[in-house]
Antibody
Framework: QVQLQESGPGLVRPSQTLSLTCSVS??????????WTWIRQPAGKGVEWIGR???????TYKTSLKSRVTISLDTSSNHFSLRLTSVTAADTAVYYC?????????????WGQGTLVTVSS | QSALTQPPSASGSPGQSVTISCTGT?????????VSWYQQHAGTAPKLMIY???QRPSGVPDRFSGSKSGNTASLTVSGLQAEDEAEYFC??????????FGSGTKVTVL
């Protein structure tokens, strides 16, 4: 059974960098069959796709976030990470990681439980 | 403001059916047959229930069905059960490796 688990600081100061890790068990992030994705949901608002990475290292980011986002892989630890720079209160959200098969479009499964990140001074 | 519009709530009695709508544009829901639906119980991870408008992943009961007409997709839960009480949100491919989501619909089993 594939499981994903997000971890990282729950509080980030404005203008600082948000860093989260998604630990994967039951599957290898080195697999060429999947993308590894970050998604977020601000309180009371809709879910927002942030971006994804493939085991080849290829990344794709949401256009509006591209200048601030970096997603990377750590195959030795079987986890992938999200960095979001210059955060503001608008980046406060529950952040999820998820897996998407390369043979499917808009097919995110499984997801992690999510981790709340608050941007506040 | 979400890219896809869903009603905030829906309800039905056990055994009844409930249908949730998800309205987008010709650039997302109307333009691609890549609409998905997710179920999320409070405090748990979202679960994929429907993909490619009407396909069910293995293990999802056939009480869950999806459809699309124009720019609006729909999820129908037939034979409502207590365990179906959850938040449901839709998602659509929007071209150029972009995905959009709805804000979710809280389904209550009366």
């Amino acid at each position: 059974q594939v499981q994903l688990q997000e971890s990282g600081p729950g509080l980030v100061r404005p203008s600082q960098t948000l860093s989260l890790t998604c630990s994967v068990s039951g599957a290898s992030i080195s697999s060429h069959s999947y993308y590894w994705t970050w998604i977020r949901q601000p309180a009371g608002k809709g879910v927002e796709w942030i971006g994804r990475i493939h085991s080849s290292g290829d990344t794709t980011y949401k256009t509006s976030l591209k200048s601030r986002v970096t997603i990377s892989l750590d195959t030795s630890s079987n986890h992938f990470s999200l960095r979001l720079t210059s955060v503001t209160a608008a980046d406060t959200a529950v952040y999820y990681c998820a897996r998407e098969p390369v043979t499917r479009i808009n097919w995110f499964d499984p997801w992690g439980q999510g981790t709340l990140v608050t941007v506040s001074s | 403001q979400s890219a896809l519009t869903q009603p905030p709530s829906a309800s039905g009695s056990p055994g009844q059916s409930v249908t949730i709508s998800c309205t987008g544009t010709s650039g997302d829901v109307g333009g691609y047959n890549y609409v998905s639906w997710y179920q999320q119980h409070a405090g748990t991870a979202p679960k994929l229930m429907i993909y490619e408008v009407s396909q069910r992943p293995s293990g999802v009961p056939d009480r869950f069905s999806g459809s699309k007409s124009g720019n609006t997709a729909s999820l129908t839960v037939s034979g409502l059960q207590a365990e179906d009480e959850a938040e449901y949100f839709c998602s659509s491919y929007a071209g150029s490796d972009n995905y959009v989501f709805g804000s979710g619909t809280k389904v209550t089993v009366l």
